[in-house]
T-cell receptor, first 113, second 112 residues
Framework: AQSVTQLDSQVPVFEEAPVELRCNYSSSVSVYLFWYVQYPNQGLQLLLKYLSGSTLVESINGFEAEFNKSQTSFHLRKPSVHISDTAEYFCATLRSGTYKYIFGTGTRLKVLA | SQTIHQWPATLVQPVGSPLSLECTVEGTSNPNLYWYRQAAGRGLQLLFYSVGIGQISSEVPQNLSASRPQDRQFILSSKKLLLSDSGFYLC???????????FGSGTQLSVL
């Protein structure tokens, strides 16, 4: 079955440093991929999504992710993080032929001053 | 855009007691509705989803049930809570395939 794997449970990084949060997917069919962010004690918010077309997708707050079919990856990157980026980030996929959104185990990003 | 109302924000219940968590959606009609449970280090586990009134799909066998009595109302229930039911419960909604999920602010359930 389709799934996504987030290998890093926690990623500490200093403010203004670049960051990459890894996500790998498993699927033999077309994939829809998403990144969601969760701030403490809140629900999740969509950060960006890939459905088709350009393999590089961007969010309004400086994050970007690249769909890489050969490496079955959809890593999230930001060239310079801010303290306010501290949150948990979830990679997700939509199981083909269904309405089921499947989430990874999450990566907790902690930005240090 | 859609707004998901979910309550209560926190709940402490004894083992064996019943549970009812309610979720209502504003800003759309005929949404797809979801209940997820979030446990530390385990991500979001899909519990139930619904594509219409009275239509409920269960993802994993468990001590919980869901109902959709109205188009924009989704209820998560249990007759007798277990310790393992503790967790952060999130209701979500989407308009259709490939569209983003809108999430409620969640309910932190502690079963003692």
């Amino acid at each position: 079955a389709q799934s996504v794997t987030q290998l890093d449970s926690q990623v500490p990084v200093f403010e203004e440093a670049p960051v990459e949060l890894r996500c790998n997917y498993s699927s033999s069919v077309s994939v829809y991929l998403f990144w969601y962010v969760q701030y403490p004690n809140q629900g999740l918010q969509l950060l960006l999504k890939y459905l088709s077309g350009s393999t590089l997708v961007e969010s309004i707050n400086g994050f970007e992710a690249e769909f890489n079919k050969s490496q079955t990856s959809f890593h999230l990157r930001k060239p310079s993080v801010h303290i306010s980026d501290t949150a948990e980030y979830f990679c997700a996929t939509l199981r083909s032929g269904t309405y089921k959104y499947i989430f990874g185990t999450g990566t907790r990003l902690k930005v240090l001053a | 855009s859609q707004t998901i109302h979910q309550w209560p924000a926190t709940l402490v219940q004894p083992v064996g007691s019943p549970l009812s968590l309610e979720c209502t959606v504003e800003g759309t009609s005929n949404p797809n509705l979801y209940w997820y449970r979030q446990a530390a280090g385990r991500g979001l586990q899909l519990l139930f989803y619904s594509v219409g009134i009275g239509q409920i799909s269960s993802e994993v066998p468990q001590n919980l049930s869901a109902s959709r009595p109205q188009d924009r109302q989704f209820i998560l229930s249990s007759k007798k809570l277990l310790l393992s039911d503790s967790g952060f419960y999130l209701c979500a909604s989407s308009r259709g395939k490939e569209e983003k999920l809108f999430f409620g602010s969640g309910t932190q359930l502690s079963v003692l």
